[in-house]
């Protein structure tokens, strides 16, 4: 019944689209003249915007990734664009996972990865930190874009002396307790953040947990912290 | 002995009123709802309808001012060990604690390992109780509350303690 009855709008479209409405409004049923209405209506807009996307098509591609073929991946693409666009940014090449970044540009990158048609990364979906050791703290960036359904995943290493990261809480509003979670535990500083205080720990914590030479302070406040019970082992 | 010996019908009770004042505390004493992790979860079970806590008396406060007993319920961290020592500082006498739980009693899970939690909570308040598990079952904290009612009845409050 169903099948029949797409055939018969398929058909009553096809018709519409050359002019001819009067097939479409002699029907007697009024579900299925409405239906027909509706398919024609979809059918006539998809018909508009094909004539419209096809030439901005053209021009964007002349812009960027013009001579990649189309079976590079999402993260080798972004590598060849942030390169055109950020040179000297990239960290290495390699983008089978992750692209590797340095710290100095990002801001004007995450801003950039945001506002780009082709990729708007609209979602931070996460963001941590890790010590990699060498003396090396890194921050992790998840990106998801909505428009697109395309991920990425973003590094950014910096010195344990000087971790200094730009912060893109301006750019995604949920970097705010993001980047304050990596800063209470890593210790990484988000230069540009608005309101950087420990987020978890109370604010006169010393030290930074999640670093591997951490040592645990004595006292806090007169309390014992590294307490072994007696007669316990 | 004469004036009062065999003076009273049954239907009058003779009693001291040391005993009659901590009978008193014993069969009213009010907590202070304190859940700072999982445990509190278990605390809200023992004081709903199917443990029903106010069968013995008790009923939860949100404030220190009015209530008698702290139960502890979860980890305490180093941040919530100072607000713990407060809120016990702001409860009247006589007030007792209830450290629910592995993690109130001796840090728990956490007790070799984690930087940031309190290895018992009686590092910081004295305790009356301990009630282990993690988390105990309501019949438990029951069976502590039970035992902290026999404490308080014990107690002689109007007596003078010996040195």
Known sequence: MSTDQDKLITELVEKGLTGDMEPINSIEDRVLRSKAKAALAKAKRAAKSQETAEPKKKKSEEKSSDDLPSSVNLNEKIVYMINEKFPGSLANENTETHIQLKSDQWFEIATWLKS????????LQCQTGIDVGDNTL?????????????YT???IAVPRKEATIPSVEQIWRIADWFERETYDMLGIEFSGHRDLRRILLPDDWEGWPLRKDYLVQETYHGIVVPKMKEGWE | MGLLENRFNDNVIVEKLDKLLSWGRSTSPWFFQFGTACCAIEMMAAAASRHDLMRIGMIPRSSPRQADVMIVAGTVTMKMALRVKKLYEQMADPKYVVAMGSCATSGGPYWQHGYHVLKGVDIVIPVDVYVPGCPPRPEALIEGLLKLQEQILDE???TRKMA
Do not use: C, G, T, V
Request: no cysteine; proline share 7%; net charge neutral.
């Open chain 1, 116 to 123: 780009e048609p082709s990729l708007s990364f609209d979602s």
């Open chain 1, 138 to 150: 890194e921050a992790r960036y998840n990106f998801h874009s909505m428009k697109h359904n395309h």
């Open chain 2, 156 to 158: 002689r409050p109007l």
């Open chain 1, 153 to 155: 995943e973003i590094r």
